[in-house]
């Protein structure tokens, strides 16, 4: 025996239901206005700027100067950390002597290198996606801050050079406190200058020091590695990982900080 005729008055009843639930669907902006209080942290070097390759070539500069025999091996280890601690760990594979002047302490040649790259720097360009990452952490109602391994005369002179200084609620240099990256200091006093916890916190990161500082902090982290970096299991504990910040959507980061409730919740 076949079907019977289906019954219009059920199937539009039915329909209208799934227009009402889909209409009544929180969207990302929602979910995360719903939460107030939450907060993007971006690093700075090798995510807002290609600034890594002028670390470098400050780093190889100096290292030459001070005749110590430093390879990318070297270099490579110290991304994302602090230039005093970068200085520190050269001295203790090569040392050189700190006792007679002209020779210059690890602090001293840290401010050196430092003052080396904010020369470089002058007229940088934001990396692609940065106007859009802060643009779309801005429309969804989120605090804005910025967190970095570099100085903080390093960190004004890079987003005066972007045209991004009044896009930051607050800029926090690593270098004012006790532990850099990887260590979560940094990132648990910029969440403190805040007054925002850890949990509604989403951080973006290029370097693994970095993510681990952020992740050990408590934060959600969307990393945004260097091309030759994507796709490496060392990312592996991060919330996400994408090729770029122009890919970043509002899913993203309403995913991590406001999870869409359950059918039937």
């Not at 939460?35 to 290609?50: H, K, P, R, S």
């Not at 972007?162 to 990132?187: I, Q």
């Not at 509604?200 to 970095?210: I, L, N, P, W, Y």
Request: charged share 20%; hydrophobic share 40%.
């Amino acid at each position: 025996m076949g079907a019977g005729p289906l019954n219009p008055q059920f199937s539009m009843t039915q329909f209208s239901r799934t227009q009402v639930s889909m209409t009544n669907a929180p969207t990302p902006v929602n979910r995360l206005r719903e939460l107030q209080g939450v907060a993007a942290i971006f690093d700075m070097d090798g995510l807002l700027l290609e600034s890594e390759s002028l670390w470098r070539v400050a780093e190889r500069e100096k290292s030459a100067e001070l005749g110590l025999n430093l390879t990318d091996s070297h270099f490579d280890r110290t991304m994302g950390v602090r230039m005093r601690d970068v200085a520190q760990m050269w001295f203790e594979w090569s040392p050189w002597s700190q006792d007679q002047p002209p020779t210059p302490s690890t602090d001293e040649v840290a401010q050196q290198v430092i003052d080396r790259v904010v020369e470089l720097v002058a007229g940088a360009e934001a990396l692609p996606g940065v106007e859009h990452a802060l643009s779309l952490v801005e429309h969804l109602g989120m605090r804005v801050a910025l967190c970095s391994s570099s100085d903080l005369s390093m960190i004004h002179s890079v987003v005066d050079s972007l045209g991004l200084s009044e896009r930051f609620e607050v800029t926090h240099s690593a270098a004012d406190n006790v532990y850099g990256k990887p260590h979560p200091e940094p990132y648990l006093s910029t969440a403190s200058k805040l007054g925002v916890p850890p949990r509604k916190c989403v951080a973006f990161e290029d370097t693994v020091t970095g993510a681990i500082s952020a992740k050990s902090a408590g934060m959600s982290v969307i990393a945004v590695p260097d091309p030759a970096e994507y796709g490496s299991v060392r990312f592996g504990f991060c919330d996400a990982v994408l090729q770029s910040l122009a890919d970043l959507q509002a899913d993203h980061i309403a995913d991590l900080l406001a999870p869409k409730p359950l059918e039937g919740s």
